[in-house]
């Protein structure tokens, strides 16, 4: 699996779109950007993945660059629920490699 | 439908006892992964079991640790002999594709497991 690079933490006003970027320099082709978040040390939770489109599902959206060397993901309207770490993987396989993450925080 | 069900939630146990840590897959999932979370870290994978399979157990200490998936029944993980440096979240996963996952993995809630 890619090593994947995050910032350790931002904040962002509730109703403000978030943006999470993530490095992923050495993604090879085959390897999809994964992106869960995890609350209060519950267990992760999917948000959404892509191999080179971008992609939009009800929580976020996901841009990854041409090279595939980067993504964002985007969460359009943040709520104070939406605090959380969210973890940026790049896998082709089922062994996640979970980062640090970064740590979002959503500000009232 | 029921999500992945781990149990128990917490368990506390003295150093040299056993812990059984347990998880029920979601409903049609056949595909089970453990991962454990020290504090402050991210989760690290330790093993993926199909029924009664073990496919990999590249991320499982050598010693004390074991798992297993039976035919009928919950995947258990057991830690034999605790020590203090096995206190973590074990956080179970179920999915319905194979060993080429490109779908979500779902997680249980976690077991959190102290030594004394």
């Known amino acids: 699996d890619a090593k994947t690079t995050q910032p350790t933490s931002m904040d962002c006003a509730e109703g403000r779109a978030a943006n999470l970027p993530c490095n992923h320099s050495t993604i090879s082709g085959n390897e999809y950007v994964y992106w869960y978040r995890q609350i209060h040390s519950q267990g992760p939770q999917y948000i959404i993945h892509?191999?080179?489109n971008n992609e939009t599902n009800e929580m976020a959206s996901l841009i990854i660059t041409e090279d595939r060397k980067s993504s964002t993901l985007i969460l359009p309207h943040a709520t104070l629920r939406d605090t959380a770490v969210y973890y940026c993987i790049a896998s082709g396989t089922y062994k996640y490699i979970f980062g640090t993450g970064t740590r979002l925080k959503v500000l009232a | 439908n029921a999500g992945v069900m781990q149990n128990p939630r917490h368990l506390v146990r003295r150093r040299g006892q056993e812990a059984r840590l347990r998880c029920s897959p979601m409903?049609?999932?056949?595909?089970v992964y453990w991962y454990r979370q020290l504090p402050e870290e991210g989760l690290k994978f330790m093993v993926y079991l199909q029924k009664e399979n073990i496919i990999d157990e590249s991320g499982m200490p050598k010693e004390r640790f074991s798992a297993e998936f039976p035919k009928e029944g919950p995947s258990i993980l057991r830690i034999q002999q605790v020590v203090r440096g096995d206190s973590a979240a074990y956080f179970c996963?179920?999915?319905?594709?194979?060993?080429?996952?490109?779908?979500?993995?779902?997680f249980g809630e976690g077991s959190r497991l102290t030594v004394l």
């Open positions: 892509g191999l080179k």
């Open positions: 996963a179920s999915s319905w594709t194979g060993t080429e996952n490109t779908g979500e993995l779902f």
């Open positions: 409903k049609g999932h056949s595909h």
